[in-house]
């Protein structure tokens, strides 16, 4: 399946988020449909060569219907990146032609081992003032707003105080 924009499934991926209204893409086969409920920036991460590389995908469709995520390789070819597929693995390489991204043929896609971006620490609290989402979101280095409700849903911070979880 060829995807003309990156497609992601779970809203709790994006970074950033503006809901869409009665949009829909068009699928294969022929004719059919799937509803877009939204479209954002997504961050991830993926290790290649045993370093940690972080990715940002803007302009993400938020597509829950589809059964996989999917990265546009027209995309990034269009922003000056490339791709080359070879012996069931693909390898994505940068502006100055340096690899740093690869996947693995499986079925009838190629495979992005992509994860979380991971957390950055910082010092911060709100003197027991509930603060909103947003806020937070800033004073932790613009972290993603889905990594901060974990902070809050799992107790890793200490007086992380906010007033509601909605931005």
Not at 4 to 33: I, K, M
Not at 107 to 135: C, F, W
Request: hydrophobic content about 35%; charged content about 15%.
């Amino acid at each position: 399946m060829v995807a003309s924009d990156h497609c992601w499934t779970n809203r709790e991926d994006f970074d950033t988020y503006q809901p869409l209204n009665s949009c829909e893409g068009a699928g294969a086969p022929v004719g059919s449909t799937f509803p877009i409920a939204g479209v954002g920036t997504i961050r991830k991460s993926i290790t290649h060569n045993g370093k940690q590389v972080a990715l940002i995908f803007e302009n993400s469709l938020h597509t829950p219907m589809l059964q996989h995520n999917l990265v546009s390789i027209g995309h990034l070819d269009h922003v000056g990146y490339s791709a080359t597929f070879s012996g069931g693995k693909v390898m994505f390489h940068d502006l100055k032609g340096h690899p740093f991204m690869s996947g693995h043929w499986r079925g009838t896609m190629y495979i992005l081992e992509l994860k979380p971006p991971e957390l950055q620490v910082y010092a911060a609290r709100s003197h027991n003032k509930p603060t909103d989402l947003k806020t937070w979101h800033c004073h932790f280095g613009h972290a993603s707003e889905a990594g901060v409700r974990e902070l809050v849903s799992k107790g890793m911070v200490e007086g992380l105080n906010i007033m509601s979880l909605e931005t």
